[in-house]
């Protein structure tokens, strides 16, 4: 196998010539044993060193006492021992120039002060000499291509010879024993299966980066939960597109980071797991939910030459699993769009007049009596540019029901030879369908699957997947009013900031003294809004600290008391900077525009439903801080209030391309500084088409 690799540490554990087992024993269950066993059984080609203090030879393998007794430079060693032994073992590996090391054992930095200690000795060791450490408590790794079973689990790494295959990455090794077993049942060909553990001195980011330069991996699926190098992740999604590989993610769990949560809207709808989501998604990853999609969109990756898109068309024979279908596609996001008209007309000419052209397309039990309907049906919809994937859903019911419309559903494929994927689906999970036609499927680069839901779902992550943009936006400039500023930005010094960016802001004056008040309102026009403004009074609203539609200077003069008053009681001692006082503005749709530099994953933006309802609602959407403005567009209509925008009940339409624009504008801003911790623009008021949108109020957060 040729493999470039710009990672040779990481090369030489997973394709290792040398192999140490420390703690090897003739125990039957016993880890050193499970691993030895393992190597034998595979026909492992390297050197194979034994580590036993107690026995001269095992298995007719001679045995070392102690690890300096190895020759230099073994590439790697197992170190199938307890945990209180591991350290002193790891040093010894480095001393003797050992590349990479395997630590089964548990109990380090999951186990308390000292493990966590030690787990941090590990690392230390590893990055003075250059040595790979995987694990601890982890599973150890199975290369598949090379033979290479470095595992305590009973491991058969033969397989078919060629094909395309699976790289499986898994900080559980539990889970990453089931999905290779899965992934086997698939018959899926694997090429590398490492279980990452507690990451001491190496991550999933490493294998990562390792797997997808090999070119016979199409496919990684991952179980992580937690990123320990998020940006460098994003960076290998982006590798991994230029290859033309995908990657499958399942992450089951938040970040176990806590930090604490900051003031503003922003802050707490965009947290951890939902930035991940959002980044990993935009990055072209297929972020899956469960065990069963992340086996189920693998499958489908693996086998088919290109990858789903857009709507699907589905050939059945039956109206209620028509029926079925056209509920359930409809509440996972799977699109299943009409017929063009060049398909109806094909189809009509091939079908009995009695049977209905449509989407989903029901042969009813004709096709028992015509299995010639099966290509024709097929092959119309396979020459439709609105369906990016085709899905067979056939009843089986038993061996010669298979006998009668398989071998059809088969040549069909072969003679069609498809350019889209092409999904098959048993609607009777159970049935017996005999191992040939599943194989003669497979070897189509046809998936198939016990059930049609399990089909649709899988579909559906695939279709949704964005694709990457991977911008190179400049950092853009930085404001000057932000310049010398840290802490948090009241709103009058935070819309001086928004007002450079070139953000549409009502007209207003920040003001200290009634006299100053009425001398603005005076210059801008009744009606006012007046605004306390403190560093320290993030959430004017709660405390009395905004006073809405004062018509004339005697209400004004009474509005400005009433503030006052309202701060005094509700925040006794504090300090206002002054007030912002501002011309009341049309009403519009309000939306929220928030960012923040998360520490982890660095700039992201947050769109979403504004006013008291961003919270109430929940209804955002997390976007990557270096998207175009066309790209915001489409992330606008999939807010769930789109409709709001999009001229509801007679509503004239909004003007989304001027709210694209701020919330391109506060996306150059979160980039132009790493210093913002969060902005908060809330609300956004949104106006009729070509009429504009504006920015009624602001908070921004320095480190």
Not at 26 to 31: N, S, V
Not at 141 to 169: C, E, R, W
Not at 512 to 527: M, N, T, V
Not at 664 to 690: C, F
């Amino acid at each position: 196998m040729s493999l470039s690799n710009p990672n040779p540490a990481i090369a030489r554990l997973l394709r290792p010539r040398s192999v140490a087992i420390v703690g090897a024993s003739p125990t039957a269950g016993a880890l050193g044993n499970s691993v030895l066993q393992n190597l034998l059984r595979a026909g492992y080609a390297g050197d194979i060193h034994l580590i036993n203090p107690k026995r001269s030879e095992i298995n007719g393998l001679p045995c070392l006492a102690s690890i300096e007794q190895l020759p230099q430079d073994v590439d790697c060693a197992v170190l199938a021992i307890p945990q209180a032994a591991v350290l002193d073992a790891v040093r010894a590996c480095a001393q003797r120039g050992v590349g990479g090391v395997v630590i089964f054992s548990a109990g380090f930095a999951e186990g308390g002060e000292a493990g966590r200690a030690e787990q941090a000795e590990i690392a230390r060791i590893a990055r003075a000499h250059g040595m790979v450490v995987e694990g601890p408590n982890c599973l150890g790794f199975i290369n598949y291509l090379d033979k290479v079973p470095l595992s305590f689990v009973m491991t058969d790494v033969q397989q078919a010879a060629s094909g395309p295959t699976v790289a499986v990455i898994s900080q559980s090794g539990a889970m990453a024993a089931v999905l290779g077993v899965s992934l086997a049942a698939h018959a899926l060909r694997m090429s590398y299966s490492v279980s990452t553990g507690n990451e001491a001195a190496s991550g999933v980011e490493d294998y990562l980066g390792f797997v997808l330069e090999d070119p016979e991996v199409r496919v990684v699926s991952m179980i992580v939960e937690q990123f320990r190098q998020p940006k460098r992740f994003l960076q290998l999604a982006q590798r991994a597109h230029q290859l033309g590989k995908s990657i499958v993610l399942l992450h089951p769990g938040r970040s176990s980071a806590a930090r604490e949560s900051a003031a503003t809207h922003t802050g707490a709808m965009a947290g951890d797991y939902a930035v991940m989501r959002a980044l990993v998604s935009h990055a072209g990853v297929s972020l899956v939910d469960s065990l069963e999609e992340l086996i189920d969109v693998t499958d489908i990756a693996s086998r088919c030459a290109s990858l789903p898109r857009g709507g699907c068309g589905v050939l059945t024979e039956s109206g209620a699993f028509k029926a079925l279908t056209l509920d359930l596609c409809e509440a996972i996001g799977l699109p299943l769009p009409a017929c063009a008209e060049h398909t109806h007309q094909a189809l009509r000419a091939a079908l009995p007049a009695f049977i209905p052209v449509s989407n989903p397309m029901d042969l009813t039990a004709q096709a028992l009596v015509d299995p010639e309907l099966y290509r024709h049906s097929l092959a119309a919809l396979l020459a439709d540019e609105a369906f990016g994937s085709v899905m067979l859903g056939i009843i089986l019911t038993d061996q010669a029901t298979c006998d009668l419309k398989l071998p059809s559903v088969i040549a069909a494929i072969r003679q069609l030879q498809p350019q889209k994927p092409v999904i098959f689906a048993g609607l009777d999970e159970g049935a017996a369908m005999p191992q040939a036609y599943l194989d003669e499927l497979r070897a189509l680069g046809v998936p198939c699957f016990p059930t049609a839901e399990r089909a649709f779902r899988a579909l559906a992550k695939l279709s949704q997947r964005s694709e990457p943009t991977f911008s190179a936006a400049s950092q853009g400039l930085r404001p000057k009013a932000l310049q010398e500023a840290s802490g948090v930005i009241a709103e009058y010094r935070a819309k001086a900031v928004l007002a450079e960016l070139g953000i549409k802001l009502p007209r207003g004056r920040f003001v200290r003294s009634l006299d100053e008040a009425q001398a603005a309102a005076l210059a801008i026009g009744f009606p006012v809004v007046l605004k306390a403004q403190s560093a320290d009074l993030s959430h004017k609203s709660d405390a009395g600290g905004v006073i809405l539609n004062l018509a004339d200077p005697a209400q004004l003069a009474r509005g400005w008391q009433r503030l006052h008053d309202n701060i005094a009681n509700a925040r006794p001692g504090l300090v206002l900077d002054g007030v912002l006082l501002e011309a009341m503005g049309a009403r519009g749709t309000e939306l929220i525009v928030g960012a923040r530099n998360d520490p982890d994953w660095g700039p992201v933006v947050l769109l979403g439903m504004g006013g008291v309802m961003a919270e109430l609602l929940h209804d955002v959407r997390i976007l990557p801080a270096d998207l175009p403005v066309a790209r915001i567009l489409e992330e606008l209509l999939q807010l769930k209030c789109a409709p709001l925008l999009c001229g509801f009940r007679g509503e004239a339409p909004a003007d989304l391309q001027a709210t694209a624009e701020i919330v391109a504008k506060i996306a150059q801003l979160v980039r132009s500084d790493s210093r913002i911790r969060e902005i908060d623009v809330n609300p956004v008021v949104v106006y009729a088409k070509d009429q504009g949108a504006i920015a009624l109020d602001a908070l921004i957060y320095m480190d």
